[in-house]
């Protein structure tokens, strides 16, 4: 569909995970008519036609697609990395263009009704029960553990494991606010590894576009700290997964569009987490897919909107994309440093940040609070796996100081588990070992805490020996002694030059890199222009 334009797409969504959409559409002729809630979406600037337009106002959207078709005409309307796909369905429906039906893709983006669906077509999914609100105290019918979601988000927001009563009322609080019609499913924990797929469907033929491997850390939160494309499990498992999702597709009536499935693979087999109605967000369909595969699953997923058979799903080669993530401790980024050498890595195709020098930044309780995301391609697994994650911990957040969220987390517990988790998982042993350190800086932060009585002795630094002998790895992998050369390369200090004892430990197994160049920058007055000696206060 190259050449002279051809056609007109509404594309709801301006943001990162939309751009793939709005090039391929560029790229296939089409006027790009781009609608976002937001007026300085970031690729606002990139349509041909921008509007700003909340996305879950399907009359509003229904509205300027009639006046699209009036002025010129309007041949399809598609998402991808959005949860409003409801809102495509509603327009498309209105208006007579390609797609599902409206009552399909409520059922694909309410869990709800997802359940209910799946559960009609006795298809394996979890348990479950809907809540309007904090329930009284009582036996939850689906048993524990249990996850607590929104019925109608995306990202992991508000969604987290439970073990017990006071976990769960805490959770259906927090479950409630991300929900944009206060409920909250209460789920049936699914034990096992997850996978993403995507799939383009034209009148009900359904094109398998990836299957992923995911990587969950941090509960009991279900954070993605990436992904890696296509899987590495063996075929059978790989086979019945998509049988599965394929199954599950169709139970939800996606004949026409995209659709993204989170499964479960479980002891009892797969299990369908949720299936959407579009293409997925988290750099798989525009990015690490078509790095992997030469495939294009945008190009095929506007041709379906658009009424054609898709095209650009043909693989052309088989290599590995990886996805990883780099997260920050909680507190107000000062700097980022490391994002030339982390682009310069052999294999690294891009880099994204959503930590900014002057804004805050949490430790991530779900997928959209990360520092940002690297992503690799390489023609076999091992290399573009080792390079992703290489690339993650090659970026370094350096937050300000003094700062109150900065110091309680510091203070933080330093065994797991717990959450926030330590950086490092200490045995009793390095423990023991932590807490007979003498603390030996002159001026102690009011962080972290003596959780042991230690005599002040003298003003050398004092070494965590069994720690920095250890095996033991921080949340993006770095040991000890790598650890202490972030601290070393971050702040233009050497710690072993200071007077640090346990007070500094603390700090570093707590909080990482990150906990070891804030304690130094609380205790000298000048960090940056201490040399290897620092002055201190």
Request: hydrophobic share 40%; proline share 9%; net charge neutral.
């Amino acid at each position: 569909m190259g050449g002279a334009k051809k056609g007109r797409i509404l594309i709801l969504g301006a943001g990162i995970m939309q751009g793939p959409a709005i090039r391929s559409a560029k790229d296939m002729g089409l006027e790009t008519v781009v609608i976002d809630g937001d007026p300085q979406a970031p690729l606002a600037a990139a349509a041909d036609r921008f509007e700003c337009i909340d996305l879950k106002d399907i009359h509003g959207i229904e509205a300027l697609a009639r006046t699209l078709m009036a002025e010129g005409g309007l041949d399809g309307v598609m998402t991808a990395g959005t949860d409003f796909s409801a809102s495509v369905a509603w327009t498309a429906e209105k208006t007579g263009l390609p797609g599902i039906s409206y009552e399909s893709a409520l059922d694909a983006s309410d869990k709800e009704r997802m359940r209910r669906r799946f559960a009609q077509a006795g298809l394996p999914s979890p348990a479950f029960t809907v809540l309007r609100e904090i329930p009284p105290a009582g036996d939850l019918s689906v048993g524990y553990p249990a996850v607590v979601k929104p019925v109608d988000n995306m990202g992991g927001r508000g969604c987290r494991r439970v073990d017990t009563f006071a976990e769960l009322r805490d959770a259906v609080e927090g479950a409630l606010r991300f929900s944009r019609s206060r409920r909250a499913i209460v789920e049936e924990y699914m034990e096992g590894p997850e996978f993403s797929v995507d799939a383009v469907i034209y009148r009900g033929d359904i094109r398998i576009c990836g299957l992923a491997d995911r990587h969950i850390r941090f509960p009991p939160y279900f954070i993605e700290m990436g992904h890696t494309m296509p899987t590495g499990i063996p075929r059978k498992d790989q086979d019945a997964i998509v049988a599965l999702f394929i199954r599950g597709v169709r139970a939800l009536g996606i004949d026409t569009g995209a659709a993204k499935g989170d499964i479960k693979l479980t002891k009892k087999g797969p299990m369908i987490g949720e299936i959407a109605a579009r293409l997925s967000g988290g750099y798989m369909s525009g990015w690490t897919y078509p790095y992997a595969s030469g495939a294009a699953p945008c190009r095929g997923a506007l041709c379906a909107a658009l009424g054609i058979p898709p095209e650009g799903l043909e693989p052309r080669r088989n290599w590995t994309s990886a996805e990883r993530a780099f997260i920050s401790i909680p507190g107000l980024v000062r700097s980022i440093e490391g994002i030339d050498g982390a682009r310069k890595i052999p294999g690294i195709k891009d880099v994204f940040f959503r930590a900014e020098p002057g804004r805050r930044i949490s430790f991530p309780e779900n997928n959209v609070s990360k520092g940002g995301n690297v992503i690799s391609a390489a023609p076999d697994r091992e290399t573009a796996v080792t390079a992703a994650e290489e690339a993650a911990r090659s970026i370094r957040i350096r937050l300000a100081a003094p700062d109150p969220q900065t110091e309680a987390f510091l203070r933080g517990p330093l065994k797991a588990p717990c959450f926030p988790p330590p950086a490092f998982a200490l045995s009793e042993k390095l423990l023991q070992e932590l807490m007979e350190l003498p603390e030996t800086a002159p001026r102690r932060p009011a962080f972290p805490a003596p959780q042991s009585p230690a005599p002040e002795t003298s003003r050398g630094f004092r070494p965590f020996r069994g720690f920095l002998h250890s095996n033991l790895q921080d949340y993006m992998g770095r040991n000890p002694r790598e650890t202490l050369d972030a601290v070393r390369e971050l702040t233009g200090v050497a710690p072993e030059t200071l007077p640090l004892g346990r007070g500094f430990w603390i700090a570093l197994v707590r909080g990482g890199y990150q906990g070891g160049a804030y304690y130094i920058d609380t205790v000298i007055k000048d960090p940056a222009a201490a040399g290897a000696g620092g002055e201190l206060p």
